[in-house]
């Protein structure tokens, strides 16, 4: 039973558009939350962290947490061709971070 | 300003043979420190994990270890590879759970087993 559940993708949005990537995940203990970004070929890059219920903002990034529903969200405003990548979402479990397996995010120009 | 370093970038092994992969960090003391394995187009797997010297965690059963010799070293190693070895494979530190709890990686080895 996967632990942090990704749609696999391609999500693809043209550029300018809002990016919204998803995430789930089942232990409802858990308490730390995290959003990687990776370029093929690449190790993963951490771009948000999120601990309380609620949005975090960090440029064009927002992070949205809802505990009661254990679901995770990254939205990217102003997608950039450059934002094209696989994005992670990790979710703490006891001493360990578990992965989703990514959604691969195609900005088109 | 800490770092991770991780090698080899790439390398080729046929199946039998050994493994081993170094990693290590500085800057910092006492981190947490962890092995994944990413296969092709696919999540990262947690393989092991570490919160001290020789304190190792094994997450998946498998014909790999793992060892932490000094406080900032973790190696992963193989005594035979076998064909589903190949991978990402990607160290990775923490500082020490309940202060920054955000996990950095090095910049991983592109294992091929033949």
């Known amino acids: 039973q996967k632990e942090v559940e990704q749609n696999s993708g391609p999500l693809s949005v043209p550029e300018g558009a809002i990016a919204s990537l998803n995430c789930t995940y089942s232990?409802?203990?858990?308490?730390?939350f995290f959003w990687y970004r990776q370029y093929s070929g690449k190790s993963p890059e951490l771009i948000m962290s999120?601990?309380?219920?609620g949005d975090k903002e960090d440029g064009r990034f927002t992070a949205q947490l809802n505990k009661a529903s254990q679901y995770v969200s990254l939205l990217i405003r102003d997608s950039q061709p450059s934002d094209s990548a696989t994005y992670l979402c990790?979710?703490?479990?006891?001493?360990?971070?578990?992965f989703g397996s990514g959604t691969r995010l195609l900005v088109r120009p | 300003s800490q770092t991770i370093h991780q090698w080899p970038a790439t390398l080729v092994q046929p199946v039998g043979s050994p493994l081993s992969l170094e990693c290590t960090v500085e800057?910092?003391?006492?981190?947490?420190l962890y092995w994944y394995r990413q296969a092709a187009g696919r999540g990262l797997q947690l393989l092991f994990y570490?919160?001290?010297?020789?304190?190792i965690s094994s997450e998946v059963p498998q014909n790999l270890s793992a060892s932490r010799p000094q406080d900032r070293q973790f190696i992963l190693s193989s005594k035979k590879l076998l064909l589903s070895d190949s991978g990402f494979y990607l160290c990775?530190?923490?500082?020490?759970?309940?202060?920054?709890?955000?996990?950095?990686f090095g910049s991983g080895t592109q294992l091929s087993v033949l």
């Open positions: 800057g910092t003391s006492n981190p947490n």
């Open positions: 990775a530190w923490s500082p020490p759970w309940g202060t920054n709890e955000k996990l950095f």
């Open positions: 570490s919160v001290g010297i020789g304190q």
């Open positions: 232990d409802r203990g858990s308490q730390s």
């Open positions: 999120i601990y309380s219920n």
């Open positions: 990790a979710v703490k479990s006891s001493y360990k971070l578990i």
